[in-house]
């Protein structure tokens, strides 16, 4: 909600830009199918977990725009579907502004290669039209005049799609004079000032997750003389930036932020030690540049450094051309040639941390077994290297947990194709995960006691206070993420083992305590009735669980939520 605001101001008549949410809705299916993919999830898992996030960006951020998918949603491609469009969006969540298809979305319609929902582009057209998809990334609906022509749609209701065009447009200050729109005083200079490369580093040092530390962390300058750092991410500008991205203007790579704060007193050598992966990449945008040197070449130069040095720090993962749009991943798993690489590096006997780069979760239970340290910076920022090896030498404290559950392999998981939520997240997945959604290490230690709720009864539309201390008792300064959840208890129907409901950072000095409170309206405790055909939260008991992981609950607390 905060990003969205973020991108949209605070004008009370104008936007500063235009937020768009998207893939709206269940998007999309495997990479290759998802110009004719059929998502068909349980009702209860499209309530629960495929639209939340899209009703609250619009009831809360507010959002401007949103984006319908490629995919079709139970047989009804989502550019076409007046139940997401109209009924969901406009009726029940009020949403005010436009709506727009993805690229080449309304051809997807008609195309025999796709959904093949109706026959042609004039019908095609005039059904996204008509279902409220106001406009079309593309050429598509250059057939709406023909459309009009052969009577499948009226002027009055195109111009209906082309008032929410305008009202962007509007809101967006186009037709105003300059002096009237208060962002128009903005300029170049403007941008990528200090203080927005100040505020990137902070965000990298709060996303960092510290997945394992045996202790070698953090690094002692004055104990190491010489450290290898290896690996195909290392030196990469595309990993910090992820996709979708402008260019940084001083881009700070792991390789240059460990070289910039390892002091004059340590030496750092840099290997590549292999690329990204030996698979070949299909994918959108620039291509990896061409591998010139051969791997048993890459390798030994690896090797070599490693032998030399006290350290070693393996910089890997994968970058968005593995993961990026055109190209989905086949397999959570590193890919094989970096886990080669890894195994070798651990052979020679040196002290070896990994930091991993990658947007999602990637499975690592070789590292987790035998590693002593993994480091996770996702895609960083421009910032990203600095605050990477800020961590990896203690000059920050790590304080990211993990938003996703990290599993073991994939065939810990279904199929990509099944849209049901049964063994998926941490709120349903029945296995043993790598890393619980939540996780994340510190260099200090945080107690969590003295847990109470204001009180144990709330109505069905009330607030519960939950209330406890959080008390550092560690060597470091540092922050944590108290993080709430709920359960129910002997609910009429199935639910989750366990989900989020709330969540605070908390700053603490060495020894510091603070008596935390956190908010939970009980409509965050909702679920999908399928009989009453609305959300409903059930009046029973509940445990409020507080704890510093989804596997790390320190706090239990009965509740129990009364009938209206």
């Not at 709206?24 to 290759?32: C, D, Q, R, T």
């Amino acid at each position: 909600m905060e990003f969205i605001k973020g991108l949209q101001g605070d004008d009370p008549n104008y936007m500063l830009a235009m937020a768009c949410a998207k893939h709206y809705a269940v998007h999309s299916g495997p990479e290759a199918d998802r110009h004719r993919f059929n998502a068909v999830p349980t009702e209860r898992d499209l309530y629960e977990t495929y639209l939340p996030q899209f009703e609250r960006a619009v009831r809360e951020g507010k959002v401007g725009g949103v984006m319908g998918s490629y995919n079709a949603v139970n047989g009804v491609p989502a550019c076409a579907s007046s139940f997401l469009l109209g009924d969901l969006l406009r009726k029940q969540w009020g949403f005010d502004g436009y709506i727009v298809s993805d690229c080449d979305a309304i051809h997807d319609i008609w195309g025999k290669q796709q959904h093949h929902y109706v026959n042609t582009p004039e019908e095609a057209a005039a059904a996204a039209v008509k279902a409220g998809c106001n406009l079309c990334c593309g050429g598509d609906y250059n057939a709406l005049v023909r459309a009009a022509q052969k009577g499948l749609i009226t002027e009055k209701e195109i111009d209906q799609a082309l008032y929410y065009t305008l009202w962007t447009r509007f809101r967006l200050g186009m037709f105003d004079p300059a002096e009237k729109v208060p962002y128009s005083t903005i300029t170049i200079k403007d941008n990528d000032t200090p203080e927005h490369r100040q505020l990137a580093l902070q965000i990298a040092r709060e996303s960092l997750v510290l997945l394992k530390n045996d202790g070698i962390l953090p690094l002692n300058r004055a104990k190491i003389k010489r450290i290898a750092v290896v690996g195909p991410n290392a030196a990469s500008v595309g990993m910090l930036q992820g996709n979708y991205n402008g260019s940084a203007s001083h881009p700070v790579t792991v390789l240059n932020g460990i070289r910039d704060l390892a002091g004059t007193n340590i030496n750092v050598t840099y290997a590549q030690g292999c690329p990204l992966t030996t698979e070949p990449i299909r994918g959108f945008g620039r291509q990896p540049s061409p591998q010139t040197r051969p791997l048993p070449e890459l390798q030994a130069e690896a090797i070599s450094n490693v032998l030399a040095a006290d350290i070693v720090i393996y910089v890997g993962g994968i970058t968005p051309q593995l993961e990026g749009e055109m190209h989905d991943r086949t397999s959570i798993e590193l890919p094989q040639v970096q886990e080669d690489l890894v195994r070798a590096l651990h052979a020679t006997g040196k002290p070896l941390i990994m930091v991993n780069g990658s947007g999602s979760a990637i499975a690592l239970p070789w590292e987790a077994k035998h590693l002593p340290a993994i480091l996770q910076v996702w895609y960083p920022g421009e910032e990203g290297g600095r605050a990477a090896a800020e961590v990896l030498f203690g000059d920050i404290n790590p304080s990211g947990h993990l938003p996703v559950t990290f599993y073991r392999a994939t065939a810990d998981l279904p199929s990509f194709t099944d849209y049901s939520m049964s063994n998926r997240t941490y709120r349903y997945f029945s296995g043993n995960p790598l890393y619980a959604f939540g996780h994340g290490l510190s260099y200090t230690k945080f107690d969590y006691k003295s847990g109470k709720l204001e009180s144990k009864k709330i109505a069905a539309n009330g607030t519960a206070k939950v209330t406890f201390t959080m008390k550092n008792t560690g060597k470091r300064d540092g922050d944590d993420v108290a993080q709430v959840y709920y359960r129910h208890v002997n609910s009429r129907v199935p639910q989750p083992k366990l989900a989020l409901c709330g969540f605070a950072r908390e700053h603490l000095k060495r020894g510091e305590s603070n008596q935390i409170t956190i908010e939970v309206p009980a409509e965050r405790l909702r679920y999908w009735d399928t009989q009453k055909k609305q959300y409903v939260v059930e009046p029973g008991d509940y445990e409020i669980l507080v704890g510093a992981a989804s596997d790390d609950i320190r706090l239990k607390l009965s509740m129990t939520i009364t009938a209206q």
